[in-house]
């Protein structure tokens, strides 16, 4: 077996060679048996089997972790496995990909796996009226060929070398060709888990598929359920008092009740989840470069990193992209507090004073009112006066992102540049949540057309580095801190020594990942 790392990936220049990537590490230790039953934030009312609308991490876990299957994987240790394909590879200059399927998986309804499941399954993401945060992705494919019933054929606009990296994207569940409808309605994927329940921001249970193609690498327990408590005190509770044997987004401030508990462990991952404060850059006055730049000086970012996440991450440089990433320019100089330069700037754009309002929620992040008040308070010096408004957690990514022009929000990182700039900056992607575009920055969308189909490495850092240097000057996304995935597991429940930094919960893998100790 081969693992693919991005770096290997890009050394190889995206050649023509084989790229094998054939499954998960064998867990020797795990045993096969009993019911992980998990806490999880992260859950809305409005949530379904649609992986397009998938954005936090209950349905993740659900969804991508337990019912369906993509075609790669990111595993625990940031290497590249293959899920329902099973090697790749790709022409010199990275614009024709060929996948090889896995043959013998069939869908929880009977249905066998092929090609013609996954065209259909990727078409979803490109239709006309499509949200998808994955829409960028699929859209840089101008064909899909079918050229047996287990290998795919993707022509690219303009070659990618991380396009292996993009299709393990959690958006990107495939479903049964022709039934998938139905599939999106009732749970029907390819996954160790089948459907038994499905309460909509209440809970989720599923049972173990027998015979299923990661027998004897993954999915140890029997059954899974996922219990949706969006309340931080609640969960505690009910990891501390033995309802649930594992909980994700524990509140720091509450630490030392888990370590006080000999039959809990904290679980803390470093990556590249990071707090954000995004502002609409087509809604004045956020459409003003100098107002974002007085936003950025007004912020106090070692404040919030003490207080809110009791230095537990690392201080954000309003750039997406960590110490995880490859590309990461942590050289770059950090924006400092300075509430002079917040009201020189402010002078700039014409002002003397500025009146705005913040929208935040604990759906954001846990503390994010209590950051937002902290913003409000150290931008007061700059005559910048925020109004915080307390939103409902309920509802918080249907009614408030994307629509308020200034709220408080979060993003898990995305383990390559392109994947998290293609999905967040990117002029026109669904999930642009600063709507930051080509009138904002010309240079920045050139820049990231060049950098995906760049194959050399010392040009795709010149590259990425000038990106993260734009965004931290003018972009529209406050991004004061980077936070560590802070978890709670019961004594009871074994995992292995790698846990994923990707997404939360050992990158929303957990299902799979995990056993009864």
């Known amino acids: 077996m081969t693992r693919l790392t991005r770096r290997g990936l890009l050394r190889s220049g995206a050649a023509a060679g084989m790229l094998a990537a054939s499954g998960l590490p064998l867990q020797a230790q795990m045993k096969r048996g009993g019911r992980l039953r998990a806490g999880l934030a992260g859950a809305n009312t409005s949530d379904n089997w649609d992986s397009r609308t998938h954005s936090d991490n209950f349905m993740q876990n659900a969804g991508n972790g337990c019912v369906f299957d993509s075609l790669t994987e990111v595993a625990a240790d940031g290497t590249l496995i293959g899920e329902l394909a099973e090697s790749w590879e790709a022409t010199p200059d990275a614009k024709t990909w060929t996948f090889n399927l896995r043959q013998g998986v069939t869908f929880h309804n009977g249905k066998p796996f092929g090609a013609d499941d996954v065209i259909e399954s990727l078409m979803l993401h490109t239709a006309e009226d499509s949200k998808s945060a994955a829409k960028p992705i699929v859209s840089a494919i101008t064909e899909m060929k079918k050229i047996t019933d287990h290998q795919v054929q993707f022509v690219l606009a303009d070659g990618n070398a991380d396009l292996p990296y993009l299709l393990s994207d959690y958006h990107l569940n495939i479903y049964p060709a022709g039934q998938i409808e139905e599939a999106i309605a009732k749970g029907i994927g390819t996954g160790l888990y089948q459907v038994v329940s499905f309460d909509p921001g209440v809970r989720f249970v599923g049972k173990r598929v027998d015979s299923h193609y990661k027998d ?302």
């Open 216 to 517: 004897g690498r993954a999915g140890f327990f029997d059954e899974i359920e996922f219990i949706a408590i969006n309340d931080s005190t609640a969960r505690m509770n009910a990891l501390l008092t033995g309802q649930v044997d594992a909980i994700n987004r524990i509140d720091v401030k509450t630490e030392a009740l888990i370590k006080a508990n000999p039959m809990v462990n904290l679980q803390e991952v470093t990556g590249n989840r990071h707090f954000t404060f995004p502002m609409l850059t087509n809604v004045a006055p956020f459409n003003d470069v100098n107002v974002r730049r007085a936003l950025k000086y007004g912020i106090n970012r070692q404040e919030l990193l003490d207080k809110i996440l009791l230095g537990h991450g690392r201080v954000g440089n309003d750039t997406p992209i960590g110490p995880a990433n490859q590309y990461y320019a942590g050289d770059m100089e950090q924006l400092s507090y300075d509430p002079d330069k917040a009201a020189f700037y402010l002078k700039e754009a014409g002002m003397d004073s500025l009146n705005i309002d913040l929208s935040a929620s604990s759906a954001a992040f846990a503390g994010a009112v209590d950051a937002a008040q902290l913003y409000q308070s150290s931008a007061k010096p700059a005559g910048i006066n925020i109004n915080v408004v307390q939103e409902s957690a309920d509802g918080y990514w249907s009614n408030v992102w994307l629509k308020k022009p200034f709220c408080a929000s979060f993003w898990s990182g995305r383990a390559t540049e392109d994947w998290m700039f293609s999905s967040a900056y990117e002029d026109g992607a669904p999930w642009n949540d600063s709507q930051w575009g080509t009138e904002d920055s010309a240079r920045f969308q050139e820049l990231l057309v060049m950098g995906r189909k760049e194959l050399d490495s010392a040009k795709r850092r010149e590259i990425y580095t000038e990106m993260q240097m734009i965004l931290r000057d003018d972009g529209g996304v406050i991004i004061p801190m980077f936070a560590n995935w802070v978890q709670g597991v019961s004594n009871k429940i074994a995992t292995p020594n790698t846990i994923g930094n990707l997404w939360g919960m050992d990158n929303a893998r957990m299902a799979e990942r995990w056993a009864m100790a």
